[in-house]
């Protein structure tokens, strides 16, 4: 454990006092919502599109959050100060509160993590392997704290030496637990637009014009991505990070792609000048 | 808050000191399990079959149970003559525990709440009204925290002044968020099999034997349930309870009915000789 300091309903502690009582309605029922952003030298990137999803989880789940967003904003400034950590991963988790029964929504807790986090460019190269999964996120859309599936799958991952899961719907291709998925075939840049949750990269990389290539909403199938000239995923900490292989099985020329190389090269200068 | 002690990684603690960091797998990715079950006199009932059910929930969720079957029974005697309430609700919540990096499991750890409860015979009488709902439980089989549509419905639930959601899959009657389902029609009286958890109450249902009547699994739809003589569901908590009414149209005469009485009867005579 570092010695960074946690935001708790109005109070900024040392990380190992920020504790809830387990009447909470996360440690009763899974009951709760978060989002996560990075920070680079100081600066929280895109904080507004996260603040845009995090009110929109809540407002889902019937949770209020008694912060507006420029006193929600006040706060994280108020937290990286204290914390001096200019780079690094910010994450707030808004949960049902301390429930009388168990299991009506109560006041929520506003809870906010700093850790240290920088985005390391040599992952790119090495890109990643990933197992399908036949898995239909519920409530897609919200991010909520649901990750029963994908934590409960880490260890045969790690038997299997893959580096993470993709989630299809019967052959549909979804999301990965934790990025957005995109193919490139011929001279089209596409992801999946059913049943997942928007992340803030893919949409930046959906705001992207690369000549000769249109990038859009698309769905397609497990068959696709495994006959794609390219495909990466996206995320907050991950960038823009190339697929090798699905299920054993090398993509293209089973090395990181030309247009995933140029889209993570726009996304990274997006970000310096943010 | 009533002033009950709660047990929490080895310790008893007065329950406004039962608390977790926020760093626990259950309030970062509702990463847990749990089981319920009720003192009578007492007397933990049916604690062996929960037990069963606890231990197995933990192996499928990968989580280590630190105390033995005996031991935890130790440590549920010691809460119950501390707190001295013999008539309650005991729950025992395993969590994914104090995880670095908010995505791996950890040393899970082990919570056990006890509230005063008593069955209301009187309920009985009143029966329910139940909403359908479209939604499959993820994991059904496994006692896992996540009750996530349940709680986001509430409020859906009592804009209706209905009593409680009841799951099918498309038209395939599954489960109520914590109870199961039965339907009575001639001489059969029948529960859903497939995907759903298998409750011990439910279990103890399937054990009756009643004279010119077959209690068994099996499947059946929504429809079945609207065209039922009977319906009841049945939990720890509500023992038998009719359901009278599905979507707002009458089951049956829209009285409890006498099969589902008969058992009622059946099941508190089993408990209170237990």
């Known amino acids: 454990m570092t010695n960074t300091y946690t935001y708790i309903n109005g109070q900024i502690v040392p990380e190992n006092e920020a504790k809830l009582l387990v009447t909470d309605l996360a440690i009763q029922r899974g009951y709760g919502i978060f989002d996560f952003l990075k920070t680079v030298n100081g ?6 599109d996260y603040f845009d999803r995090f009110y929109n989880s809540a407002k889902e789940m019937n949770l209020e959050v008694d912060l507006s967003r420029e006193e929600l904003y006040e706060v994280i400034s ?17 949960t049902g509160g301390y429930s009388d029964d168990g299991y009506q929504i109560a ?46 799958l880490q260890p045969m ?16 291709v979804r999301e990965c637990p934790r990025a957005n998925i995109f193919l490139v075939k011929d001279n089209q840049i596409i992801t999946p637009k059913t049943d997942i949750l928007r992340g803030i990269t893919r949409s930046k990389i959906l705001g992207i014009n690369i000549a000769g290539y249109t990038i859009e909403e698309q769905d ?44 993570s090269e726009k996304l990274l200068s997006m970000i310096s000048s943010y």
């Open 157 to 172: 991952l790690k038997l299997k030496q893959a580096d993470d899961l993709l989630y299809h719907n019967n052959g549909e």
């Open 220 to 263: 397609f199938t497990l068959d696709d991505l495994a006959k794609a000239d390219e495909v990466f995923i996206t995320s907050s900490t991950k960038n823009v990070l190339p697929v090798l292989s699905l299920d054993g099985n090398l993509i293209g020329s089973g090395k990181p792609g030309m247009i995933s190389a140029v889209l």
């Open 78 to 94: 108020s937290l990286l100060e204290k914390n001096n950590i200019p780079n690094a991963g910010l994450k707030f988790i808004l």
């Open 43 to 48: 600066k929280p990137i895109f904080i507004q």
């Open 107 to 152: 006041k929520p807790n506003l809870i906010i993590v700093q850790a240290p986090f920088a985005y390391n460019h040599s992952n790119f190269a090495k890109g990643l392997s990933i197992l399908s999964c036949n898995y239909q996120r519920q409530l897609p859309s919200v991010k909520t704290i649901d990750y029963l599936q994908a934590i409960r």
